[in-house]
C-alpha cells in the first residue's frame, strides 16, 4: 500500500498522457514526410536479415544515422509488416517508459522537491510540443535516443552518489552512451551534461574527471562526424550558406532561441513545419521582427541572470542545471548554419524542454513557500497542465494523416512547402483539380521555390494539358534548383509523346547529367537500343524499381488496388518492358473487372516473352471473360504443348473454355486429365458433363 501510494501520482500521469496521445495511434504513414523513406520504400526495413541489420549501421537513412531506430522498424515490419498502427503504438510506449525513466531521474536530482519532480514529469509527459514526436513515426529515433540518454545519466548518478559499485556504473553510464549514439547523434552532447552532473553534485577538479570522459567524447566527435557526412546526402548545408548575411543568420539564431522559450512556456499555433524567411526581391531584408531578436534574448538572458544573482547557492546550483541542460541539448539546432528544411521544429524540444521547466518549476516551488502564494502557484500550475492535456490531445488528431497535418500547417504559416505538400497529397488521392488549387496557391506566396513548379506540372499533365505542364518543367530547368533532373526526364517522355526523339535523347542526357541514377537510363537504353550499360548506378535504380514492385505487392495484400496501380504505372515509365509489372498491372486491371485494357497489357508481356505461363494464363482468362473462347483455348493449349504443365488446374480451365465453345468432347478429355493430376474441383465438373 505505502508503494501505491508513492507511486499513484507517476500513475496517474501516465494515464493522462496515455488519453492525450491515444488518436495519434490512428495515424497513417506521413509519406513525403520521411515515413515512406524511413519504412515504406525502405528493403532494408522490410526484409529483415543479416544484410539488412549490417546495412542499418553502414546506411544513412533520412539523412540520418540512426542504427538501433532502423532495426526497430525492421523488427516491427517483420512481425507486423506494414501496420501503422503497431508503429504508431511502440512510440507511445516508449515515450511513456520515458516519463518513467525521466521521473526516476529527477528524484534522483531532487530528492527533497518531491511536487517540483512532479511538475516536470508531467510537463514532458503531456505538453504539447511533445505530440510531434509521439504522432510521427519517424521520430522513434528521438525516443529512443531519450531513454537511453536517461539511462546513462542515472547510471552516472549512482556512480556518482554511491559507495559502492561505481565502476559497474560507470560501465553501465558508458553502455547506455553507447546505444544513445547509435539510435540518434543528438545524444553527442551526453558528455557535457555528465560535466554539468559533476559541477551539480560538486565533484571537485581532478584528472580522472577529464580522463574518465575521453572515451565519451571520442564517440561524440565520431558520431558526430558521421552526422555531418550524412547531411551531405541531402546536400542541405550549402542551400543557405550564402543566402544570409551574417547579421541576419545572427538574428535567425536569436529568434529561433527566443521561440523555444516562448513556445515553452505559451504553445500556440503548432505545427510541423516553421520554414525559413525567405527573401522575394534582390535587396530585401528580413525585416524588424529577426533583426531585433538578438536583443530580446539578450533581455532574456539579463533576466535569468538577475535570478541567479538574487538567489541562494542552492538555488544557483540547480538554476544553472535547468539552463545548462537546455542550452546544451538545444544548441546543436539553432540553425546559425541552416541544415534542414525547417529553422524551427517542435521535435527539437523533446529533451530541451526539461531544462526550460526545472527553471520555471524552482521559480514556482520557491513561490509556493509563501503562504500568501501558495494557492495561487497550485491553481496556476494545476490549470496550466490541464490545459496543456487539451491542446496535446487536440494537436494529437492532426496526426491522423496528410491532409490534416498539412492543412493545420497551412493555417499558421506563410510558407509554400505545406501547401506543395497538401497539393502532393490530393494528387496522390486522385483529386487533380483541388492539388493544382493547392499547387497555385502555394506559387502565390513564393513564385521562387521551383519544387512547387514540378509537381504543378505532373498535375497538369495528369490533366491532359502537356503544353502548359511543359511550361512548368521548364520553369524548373531554368532556375537551376531543386527536381532540375526530374523536370528534363518529364520533357523528354513530352517530347517522346511529339515525335521528337532527338529532343527527348537530349533532354534525357541532361537529366542523367544532373542525377546519374535517373529514370532517363532506361528511357535512354530504350529508345536507343543499348544493352543496359550504366554500371553501378543503373545497379542502384535497378534496385529502386524493385522497391517500388514490393510495394505494389503489399498494396495489392491490402487490397489497396488503385495506389498499387499508381505504382506499377510508375515503374512502366521507367522502364515499359519489365514483364513482372506488366502481368501484376494486367492482373490489378482483371480484378478490377476491366478485361479489355488488362488484355492490352497481357499482350504487351507476351510481346516482351512468349514462353512466360504466367502471362499466357492471366491473357487466357481475360480472353474467356471477353468471351472470345476461341483465342482463350489457344492460350491455354500453348502452356499445355510449348510450355508443358502438370498442373491440373490449367487442363481444367481449359475445359471450361472448350465447354462455353461447344467443344464437349474436348473438354471431357481435359477433365479426365485434371482429375488425373489431382485438382479436386474437376471430379464434379466432370459428372456434371462428362457421365
Not at 544557483?316 to 541539448?329: D, K, T
Not at 493430376?677 to 466432370?686: D, E, H, V
Request: glycine share 6%; with cysteine.
Amino acid at each position: 500500500m505505502p508503494n501505491v501510494k508513492k507511486h499513484f501520482p507517476l500513475l496517474v500521469i501516465l494515464l493522462v498522457a496515455f488519453i492525450v496521445y491515444w488518436p495519434v495511434t490512428n495515424g497513417e504513414y506521413i509519406a513525403g514526410w520521411d515515413d515512406d523513406q524511413q519504412i515504406l520504400n525502405n528493403e532494408d526495413v522490410k526484409n529483415l536479415s543479416w544484410q539488412s541489420i549490417k546495412n542499418y549501421f553502414t546506411t544513412y537513412y533520412v539523412a540520418s544515422y540512426q542504427p538501433l531506430a532502423s532495426l526497430s522498424f525492421g523488427i516491427e515490419y517483420s512481425l507486423f509488416g506494414e501496420n501503422a498502427f503497431v508503429h504508431h503504438f511502440t512510440n507511445l510506449l516508449l515515450h511513456l517508459l520515458n516519463v518513467v525513466l525521466l521521473s526516476w531521474l529527477m528524484t534522483r536530482l531532487f530528492p527533497e522537491k518531491r511536487l517540483l519532480v512532479l511538475f516536470v514529469t508531467a510537463i514532458f509527459a503531456f505538453h504539447p510540443l511533445q505530440t510531434e514526436v509521439v504522432g510521427w513515426i519517424s521520430t522513434r529515433s528521438t525516443l529512443m535516443y531519450s531513454g537511453f540518454f536517461f539511462l546513462s545519466c542515472i547510471s552516472y548518478i549512482s556512480y556518482l552518489t554511491k559507495d559502492t559499485g561505481k565502476t559497474k556504473n560507470l560501465i553501465f553510464c558508458a553502455f547506455f552512451f553507447i546505444l544513445s549514439l547509435f539510435t540518434k547523434s543528438a545524444s553527442v552532447t551526453l558528455p557535457i551534461v555528465l560535466l554539468l552532473l559533476d559541477y551539480y553534485y560538486k565533484r571537485g577538479f581532478s584528472w580522472r574527471l577529464i580522463l574518465e570522459k575521453i572515451p565519451l567524447f571520442m564517440g561524440s566527435v565520431a558520431i558526430g562526424l558521421a552526422s555531418i557526412d550524412s547531411r551531405k546526402v541531402v546536400d542541405s548545408i550549402g542551400s543557405f550558406s550564402d543566402y544570409y548575411s551574417f547579421f541576419e543568420k545572427v538574428g535567425l539564431s536569436s529568434y529561433t532561441l527566443v521561440l523555444y522559450f516562448w513556445k515553452s512556456i505559451a504553445p500556440s499555433k503548432l505545427m510541423t513545419y516553421y520554414g525559413y524567411p525567405m527573401k522575394l526581391e534582390e535587396g530585401e531584408g528580413l525585416g524588424m521582427l529577426y533583426m531585433l531578436s538578438p536583443l530580446g534574448l539578450a533581455l532574456l538572458l539579463l533576466a535569468l541572470w538577475w535570478v541567479y544573482k538574487k538567489s541562494s547557492p542552492k538555488f544557483r546550483r540547480q538554476w544553472v542545471l535547468g539552463l545548462a541542460f537546455f542550452a546544451v541539448n538545444i544548441g546543436l539546432v539553432i540553425n546559425f548554419t541552416p541544415f534542414g528544411p525547417t529553422m524551427w521544429a517542435e521535435r527539437y524540444m523533446y529533451l530541451p524542454i526539461l531544462g526550460i521547466f526545472i527553471c520555471l518549476g524552482l521559480l514556482l516551488y520557491e513561490l509556493s513557500k509563501m503562504a500568501i502564494m501558495k494557492n495561487a502557484v497550485y491553481s496556476v500550475v494545476v490549470l496550466a497542465l490541464l490545459f496543456f492535456a487539451y491542446q496535446s490531445r487536440a494537436q494529437s488528431y492532426i496526426w491522423e494523416g496528410r491532409v490534416s497535418l498539412w492543412t493545420n500547417a497551412i493555417q499558421h504559416t506563410n510558407a509554400v512547402y505545406p501547401w506543395m505538400e497538401l497539393g502532393n497529397e490530393y494528387q496522390r488521392l486522385g483529386d487533380i483539380d483541388k492539388a493544382i488549387e493547392f499547387y497555385n496557391g502555394g506559387v502565390s506566396l513564393n513564385p521562387f521555390y521551383t519544387k512547387v513548379y514540378y509537381y504543378r506540372g505532373m498535375a497538369i499533365k495528369t490533366k491532359g494539358d502537356k503544353a502548359y505542364a511543359k511550361i512548368d518543367f521548364e520553369r524548373v530547368i531554368k532556375s537551376g534548383g531543386d527536381k532540375k533532373a526530374e523536370a528534363f526526364y518529364e520533357r523528354g517522355l513530352l517530347y517522346e509523346d511529339l515525335n521528337m526523339m532527338d529532343s527527348a535523347l537530349v533532354d534525357y542526357d541532361s537529366a542523367i547529367y544532373y542525377d546519374e541514377v535517373s529514370p532517363a537510363i532506361f528511357r535512354k537504353n530504350y529508345l536507343t537500343g543499348a544493352s543496359g550499360s550504366g554500371g553501378s548506378n543503373q545497379g542502384v535504380l535497378v534496385q529502386r524499381v524493385m522497391g517500388m514492385l514490393s510495394k505494389s505487392d503489399s498494396l495489392m495484400k491490402a487490397g489497396n488496388l488503385p495506389e498499387a496501380l499508381q505504382i506499377l504505372d510508375g515503374v512502366l515509365l521507367i522502364n515499359p518492358q519489365m514483364e513482372r509489372a506488366l502481368v501484376t498491372k494486367g492482373l490489378i486491371l482483371s480484378n478490377q473487372g476491366d478485361f479489355q485494357t488488362a488484355l492490352g497489357v497481357f499482350d504487351q508481356a507476351i510481346e516482351i516473352n512468349g514462353k512466360n505461363q504466367q502471362s499466357r494464363l492471366s491473357r487466357a482468362f481475360a480472353l474467356s471473360q471477353t468471351r472470345d473462347f476461341q483465342k482463350s483455348i489457344e492460350d491455354y493449349s500453348y502452356v499445355v504443348d510449348s510450355i508443358g504443365t502438370t498442373d491440373g488446374e490449367v487442363f481444367y480451365f481449359r475445359a471450361i473454355a472448350y465447354l462455353n465453345n461447344r467443344q464437349k468432347q474436348e473438354a471431357c478429355t481435359d477433365l479426365d486429365k485434371s482429375v488425373s493430376l489431382g485438382y479436386a474441383a474437376a471430379n464434379q465438373l466432370k459428372a456434371q458433363q462428362c457421365n
